[in-house]
């Protein structure tokens, strides 16, 4: 029973580390993590998991990358009120400004404060979405 | 070229010192011995309208263990080679995003690649097959950790040097590790 009120969240990145880092940075908070290792098997899960609180997406992904994804589930259909947050290496100005103007709520550069992604998720998935 | 290498050194640096270990860089580069120290090397390539060209990093495994983010506190399962090998190609790609985000201070933009990890000998073939690589050797806990770079020009020497001497404008990209939210 107890599963059904914890906030899902799936964090989409090729290595396996960082889903795990993340997944223990933030599963020990009542958060229920799934993974995904790329764009599109992350669209498949996001597809199949209406109850998503939250996506947490790396840029730089082999098959599709995390910018296209972005535009996928934001720019779209029913998914597009789930907040997403992009968690990469990447640091580059402009590509933040895309892609916040995609719709994404945050930009994290790793790697991360586990302490500072948790006060961010728990921010994000706590903010009632915008209509 | 020379502050792309002062660029690679200062990214080693503060990468390895983020995961625990600070590092020295140890000059110059001793030859040989290290690269048959290294049980695994990551590589992951770069391009963009200035030049192109790939990073790695070659280790021992026991030093990538000790590196590893996930070795200590509740998970208490033994790092394998799978996650010795996934971490390396992780490290890889952290590197090389410090060092675009370096550069793109400086107005120079690059394309990622996503990284790879591979047993060191297969390295000494690609080593044979591509120009130059230029060889830092760190130290970390006594044990060397080698950060190769080659870099093949795409524009011209001038049009390089012009980019790369450009003052360093922070707002061109976000630290590692800040968080930022939207809204």
């Not at chain 1, 908070?29 to 098997?41: K, N, P, V």
């Not at chain 1, 947490?56 to 259909?77: F, H, Q, S, W, Y």
Request: aromatic share 6%; with cysteine.
């Amino acid at each position: 029973m107890r599963a059904s009120f914890l906030k899902k969240i799936i964090i989409i990145d090729d290595s396996r580390t960082i889903r795990q880092q993340v997944s223990a940075a933030l599963a020990p908070s009542g958060f229920e993590i799934l993974e995904a290792e790329d764009g599109i098997d992350a669209l498949y899960k996001i597809t199949r998991n209406p109850d998503l609180a939250l996506v947490i997406c790396d840029v730089n992904m082999p098959r599709m990358g995390g910018l296209e994804l972005l535009e996928k589930v934001a720019g779209t259909g029913e998914r597009k009120s789930i907040p997403i947050i992009m968690l990469t290496t990447e640091g580059r100005a402009d590509l933040i400004e895309k892609a916040k103007k995609a719709g994404a709520k945050g930009w994290i550069v790793k790697p991360f404060n586990p302490k500072l992604l948790l006060a961010a998720v728990t921010k994000v998935v706590n903010t009632p979405p915008q209509v | 070229m020379q502050a792309i290498r002062e660029i690679v050194v200062q990214s080693s640096l503060a990468l390895f010192s983020c995961y625990g270990h600070p590092a020295q860089l140890v000059e110059p580069a001793e030859p040989q011995e290290e690269e048959e120290r290294c049980d695994w090397v990551g590589v992951m390539a770069f391009s963009g309208p200035l030049f192109q060209g790939m990073i790695s990093i070659g280790s021992p495994e026991a030093l990538l263990k000790s590196l590893y983010p996930l070795a200590s506190g509740s998970e208490s399962q033994p790092i394998g080679k799978a996650e010795v090998h996934e971490w390396l190609s992780e490290l890889t790609n952290q590197l090389l995003g410090r060092v675009a985000n370096m550069l793109a201070r400086r107005g120079v933009r690059l394309s990622l690649q996503t990284p790879a990890a591979l047993p060191a000998e297969v390295l000494k073939l690609v080593l044979e097959e591509s120009p130059p690589w230029e060889k830092f050797t760190f130290n970390l806990d006594s044990t060397s950790l080698i950060v190769r770079v080659n870099v093949r020009r795409i524009a011209d020497r001038m049009e390089i040097a012009q980019a790369l001497a450009t003052p360093a404008v922070s707002d061109a990209a976000q630290s590692e590790g800040d968080v930022v939210l939207f809204e």
